[in-house]
Structure formats: structure tokens, C-alpha cells
């Protein structure tokens, strides 16, 4: 069974930036791996997908500010999050869409 851990997150002020990394456990092929969030009273939603082959997806709401990339030879996937909004706090979270696999989440807190 995979595991994930995010890491970077933290709090930062508004206008600024921040790099979440997540880092599977095992060598396995990965095919799509996304970076979802869930702020308190709301849905988890998701931000960003990443394709094997480096197709990407964005939500709009964190298009053209935040770019999710990933290392194939350390099985770890990143999230560059630039011009940061208070809404934008929230757990960020981890997630393998073909093992239905979740990280324990890190958290983002955008000050105004």
C-alpha cells in the first residue's frame, strides 16, 4: 500500500508563496496525482492534476497563479503556489486517484 506525506505548507501573507511537496512511500508507476483542498465548512475540492505523461489540469480558481509538477525519479509531486489569497486557506491534501490513496494533509494559512 502506497503512502504519501505532503510537506510546506505553513503561513504565509498575502501576495506571497509557498511549495508543497508530496512523496510516495513505494517505486510504483503513477499515472494521475492531484493535490486536493478542503477548508473548514466546505467540500474537498480539487486543485491541480498531473498527468504521467505531464498533461495538466487546473481549477480556475488557481489558474495562471499555481503550477503542479513532479519528479517521476524521487515519486514525489509538487505544488508552486504563487500570489497566495486568504481564501486560498485550507488542507491541502495529496491524492492517487488508482489506489484512492490520501496523504495526511498539510495546511496553508493566507493571512490578509
Known amino acids: 500500500q502506497v503512502q504519501l506525506v505532503e510537506s510546506g505548507g505553513g503561513l504565509v501573507q498575502a501576495g506571497g508563496s509557498l511549495r508543497l511537496s508530496c512523496a510516495a512511500s513505494?517505486?510504483?508507476?503513477?499515472?494521475?496525482m492531484g493535490w486536493y483542498r478542503q477548508a473548514p465548512g466546505k467540500q474537498r475540492e480539487l486543485v491541480a492534476q498531473?498527468?504521467?505523461?505531464?498533461?495538466?489540469y487546473y481549477a480556475d480558481f488557481v489558474k495562471d497563479r499555481f503550477t503542479i509538477s513532479r519528479d517521476n525519479a524521487k515519486n514525489t509531486v509538487y505544488l508552486q503556489m504563487n500570489s497566495l489569497k486568504p481564501e486560498d486557506t485550507a488542507m491541502y491534501y495529496c491524492?492517487?486517484?488508482?489506489?484512492?490513496?490520501w496523504g495526511q494533509g498539510t495546511q496553508v494559512t493566507v493571512s490578509s
Open positions: 491524492y492517487i486517484p488508482s489506489s484512492r490513496t
Open positions: 513505494t517505486s510504483i508507476f503513477i499515472n494521475v
Open positions: 498531473l498527468t504521467n505523461f505531464r498533461a495538466t
